[in-house]
């Protein structure tokens, strides 16, 4: 619960100035109530406790549990700031080929433009807090994601990611297709 409060802080002092500059709304958010979604290729899941819908601020801001041995994909957002916190779990992240080990309490800034992945190489599940400056990754988020294996196998086809990867280009260039995207 200490990590979750640091990690809660860590984003309260990287949003204030954006927060000062655009003026979103002061709001409780409850993990409760927060939209859960089945992303990518792997089914990883992800609460979206910021989706910022309102058009308020360009801070978004959830959470992901990534199994054991699964990895996000290099990729790179370009004019988008990130951080991860790693709440908890382990597993190594790469940033521009330099990989390190990441655990529970490390935090992960990531530039624009910078080239990075995470892969969670422990044996249980690596938790983490994610955070961007642009809302066009929750709407990634929302539109890659599936309600279960037979939806995904049915929908990731290399046509349906080269759509997206064109749709979010200004939000997040995506490398190669992930494993589970199928070439036509």
């Not at 990989?99 to 690596?126: E, F, M, R, Y």
């Not at 994610?130 to 309600?147: C, G, I, L, Q």
Request: aromatic fraction near 8%; proline fraction near 6%; hydrophobic fraction near 40%.
């Amino acid at each position: 619960m200490k990590s979750l409060h640091i990690a809660a802080l860590t984003l309260a002092v990287l949003a204030s100035p954006l927060a000062a500059a655009h003026g979103p709304k002061s709001q409780v958010i409850h993990a409760k109530t927060a939209e859960a979604v089945k992303f990518g290729p792997d089914l990883t899941d992800i609460q979206i406790l910021i989706p910022n819908d309102d058009g308020q601020g360009t801070m978004t801001a959830g959470t992901e549990r990534l199994p054991s041995k699964v990895s996000i994909p290099v990729h790179f957002h370009p004019g988008t700031e990130e951080f991860i916190y790693i709440v908890e779990g382990e597993g190594e992240a790469s940033l521009d080929g330099e990989v390190s080990k990441v655990t529970a309490g490390d935090i992960i800034l990531i530039a624009p433009g910078t080239h990075h992945g995470l892969s969670n190489t422990g044996t249980g599940t690596l938790k983490m807090l994610w955070s961007y400056n642009n809302k066009k990754m929750v709407d990634f988020f929302r539109e890659f994601s599936f309600k279960d294996a037979a939806d995904r196998d049915a929908r990731a086809t290399r046509a349906y990611w080269d759509v997206l990867a064109e749709k979010y280009k200004s939000a997040i260039v995506l490398l190669p297709p992930p494993g589970g995207a199928k070439h036509d």
